[in-house]
C-alpha cells in the first residue's frame, strides 16, 4: 500500500504539497521541503505519482491528487500531526484535574489526599511529558 512508502523525505514532500494547496514545482519543494536539489525534489515528485498521491498538471507541477491517511498521524486540516500529541493532550488533561484536586485538597480541610494518589499524579505528569516531548521530535521529522 502506498502509506507503507510514506517515510522520510518522501513523507515530508508529501506533506509539502498538501500544505501547499497550489500545483507545485521541484524548486519550489527542494526549497519548501529543504532537500539538497532539485533532481532530488524530482525523485520524490515522481516516487508520489507513481503511487497516485500526485499528478502533474500541463504545466509540469504536481496537484495532490489524494489525500491519504499516513500511519501514526492525523491530517488537521492541511497539517499532518503526530497521534502522540493527541494523547498528551489527553494526559495533560488529566493532570491538570489531578493538581485541580491537590489544590483543592489545600482549601477543603475534608479532602484528604493519599500518598498513592500523589504518586498517580507524578505518573500522569511523567507520561504528558513522554508523549508531548516524543510527539514533537515527530513532527519535527514530518514538517517542513
Known amino acids: 500500500m502506498a502509506n507503507e512508502q510514506l517515510a522520510g523525505n518522501t513523507l515530508v514532500v508529501y506533506a509539502y504539497?498538501?500544505?501547499e494547496n497550489r500545483p507545485v514545482g521541484t524548486r519550489d519543494v527542494m526549497r519548501g521541503a529543504n532537500l539538497s536539489s532539485p533532481s532530488v525534489a524530482h525523485r520524490h515528485?515522481?516516487?508520489?505519482?507513481a503511487m497516485g498521491l500526485l499528478e502533474k498538471n500541463e504545466c509540469g507541477e504536481y496537484i495532490l491528487k489524494e489525500k491519504t491517511g499516513v500511519s501514526g498521524h492525523v491530517w488537521v486540516g492541511k497539517n499532518?500531526?503526530?497521534r502522540l500529541m493527541f494523547y498528551s493532550f489527553f494526559f495533560i488533561g488529566a493532570f491538570g484535574a489531578e493538581v485541580a484536586i491537590i489544590l483543592l485538597s489545600c482549601f477543603l480541610p475534608w479532602l484528604v489526599i493519599e500518598t498513592s494518589f500523589l504518586f498517580l499524579t507524578g505518573m500522569t505528569g511523567l507520561a504528558m511529558l513522554l508523549f508531548f516531548f516524543?510527539?514533537?521530535?515527530?513532527?519535527?521529522?514530518?514538517s517542513t
Not at 516524543?134 to 514530518?142: Q, V, Y
Open 45 to 49: 515528485l515522481q516516487k508520489l505519482e
Open 17 to 19: 504539497v498538501v500544505g
Open 134 to 142: 516524543e510527539g514533537i521530535l515527530l513532527r519535527r521529522k514530518t
Open 80 to 82: 499532518l500531526v503526530p
